[in-house]
């Protein structure tokens, strides 16, 4: 397991975007060398984990729990096919292009480790990517958010710093933690976008949780929860 690419992106101004500012920097593109990574502050105030990246949307992107996105080369590959054009990593918007990772398959709390030899970062898995217009209008495929909500190449990872650090392409991934339940990213992103009937169930990872996904389950299952009373 291999992180193959670290890539960063910078603001600019587009007419697709959803932040108020009108900018946004999906663009994200490969760096070289060393990129420290650490924990940015609280959600809606700290922004990009990754030093030289930029957050232009509080609301939906950066703090603690959004510090860094991971997204898989294998399911790059998988769009590549489908869309039939190449997609460079970060094309996706992505911090993190994986090789050899079941990104979509890690458990919600799952903890990665990224380096060796004392230079080794440690990140938590907080949940999956949403598709919003800014993504959409950047992609530029017609009826991407339900396509991309829909795909079996699954959302990718969310990640909060645990042990931070610096990184680089290259660096080896080791699962070293897997908490006791089986709520994963693909398996949460359902409940979140397509079969929202899922949500109670997620709870049972909620200490691990991004707070935007842990409070959409918690207002879903106490809305029914009220509904179903006696």
Known sequence: MTLL??????????????????????DKRPVEGLVRIEAPGAPGVGRSG????????????????????AFAREDMD?????????LAN???????????LD??????????????????????????????RTFAGFVEEKGWVRRFTQSEAGPGALLR?????????????????RPDHDITVALLHRAA??????????????????SGLLALARQYADKYARAEAP
């Open 5 to 26: 690419s670290v890539n960063v992106g910078r603001a600019k101004a587009v007419d697709y975007t959803e932040a108020a500012s009108g900018l946004t920097a999906i």
């Open 50 to 69: 990754l030093a030289g990246d930029t957050v232009c949307d509080l609301r939906f992107h950066g703090g603690n729990d959004r510090a860094a996105y």
């Open 78 to 86: 998988l769009w590549e096919r489908e869309l039939g054009r190449e």
């Open 90 to 100: 970060g094309s996706f918007g992505e911090n993190l292009t994986t090789q050899g």
């Open 103 to 132: 990104v979509n398959g890690a458990l919600i709390g799952e903890r990665w480790r990224i380096g060796e030899n004392g230079r080794e970062v440690v990140l938590e898995v907080t949940g999956g990517r949403i598709p919003c």
């Open 161 to 177: 710093v645990i042990v931070p650090g610096e990184i680089r392409a290259g660096d080896p991934i080791t699962v070293v933690h």
């Open 193 to 210: 976008t397509t079969e929202r009937a899922l949500l109670p169930r997620t709870l049972a990872a909620a200490a691990w949780m991004e």
